[in-house]
């Protein structure tokens, strides 16, 4: 099964791109990689998903390399907002059933 | 509803008696699942249903623990005999399909003391 790991913490300035990595080993192929934010005291609410190369909406982009050994979560801009935990996702399809595996999450903080 | 629906918000109980969790997803979702969030901790997946099925019960961290979904829809979360450790935040999340954007609720913040 795949474990996922992710910086504990990260500081940015308003303003600033963000880029938070996890490190995701013996993914498949079709395994998805899911981002989600979280405020205190509120569930985890959808960013960003994808299983190949790169995905982009309207708040962020997911970069997933060849070799799916991680994926990098791309914030542009960030505001005082966006401060909040931010997880990966991996579902990974195993034996017949789905299994979703949460990253160690990233508290980033976002300085004025 | 508009959105995932869980009850109660917040359950205080004595160790050793019996919790039920409810989860009221987004209508028409085939997919629900159930998490669990110890304090100042990470995720923990407990179990998902496709329908009223759940293919994979190996998440359930004991076997006092247990769910059901009926109708596709409403899903209970049982806990028996619950312990201290069993005190977090649990939360349960709908989607379309299994691989598509998931929707969580506000979560059960549960204190066994």
């Known amino acids: 099964l795949a474990k996922t790991t992710q910086p504990i913490s990260m500081d940015s300035y308003e303003g600033q791109e963000v880029n938070i990595t996890c490190s995701h080993n013996?993914?498949?192929?079709?395994?998805?990689i899911t981002w989600y934010q979280q405020f205190p005291s509120q569930g985890p609410r959808f960013i960003i998903q994808?299983?190949?190369t790169k995905v982009t909406n309207e708040v962020a982009s997911l970069f997933i390399p060849a070799d799916r050994k991680s994926s990098t979560l791309s914030l542009p801009r960030v505001s005082l907002s966006d401060t909040a935990v931010y997880y990966c996702?991996?579902?990974?399809?195993?034996?017949?059933?789905?299994?979703?595996?949460f990253g160690t999450g990233t508290r980033l903080k976002v300085l004025a | 509803g508009a959105g995932v629906s869980q009850s109660p918000s917040n359950k205080v109980t004595e160790k050793g008696k019996d919790v039920e969790l409810r989860c009221d997803p987004i209508?028409?979702?085939?997919?629900l699942y159930w998490y669990r969030q110890s304090l100042g901790q990470g995720l923990e997946f407990l179990i998902y249903?496709?329908?009223?099925?759940?293919?994979?019960k190996s998440g359930l961290p004991s076997d006092r623990f247990s769910a059901e979904r009926t109708g596709g829809s409403v899903s209970t979360l049982t806990i028996q005999r619950t312990q201290q450790e069993d005190s977090a935040v649990y939360l349960c999340?709908?989607?379309?399909?299994?691989?598509?954007?998931?929707?969580f609720g506000q979560g059960t913040r549960l204190t066994v003391v």
């Open positions: 249903f496709q329908g009223n099925s759940a293919p994979d």
């Open positions: 209508s028409g979702h085939t997919a």
């Open positions: 999340a709908s989607s379309q399909q299994t691989n598509t954007e998931a929707f």
């Open positions: 996702l991996v579902q990974t399809f195993t034996s017949g059933t789905y299994k979703y595996i």
């Open positions: 013996n993914i498949a192929t079709n395994d998805y």
């Open positions: 994808g299983y190949k």
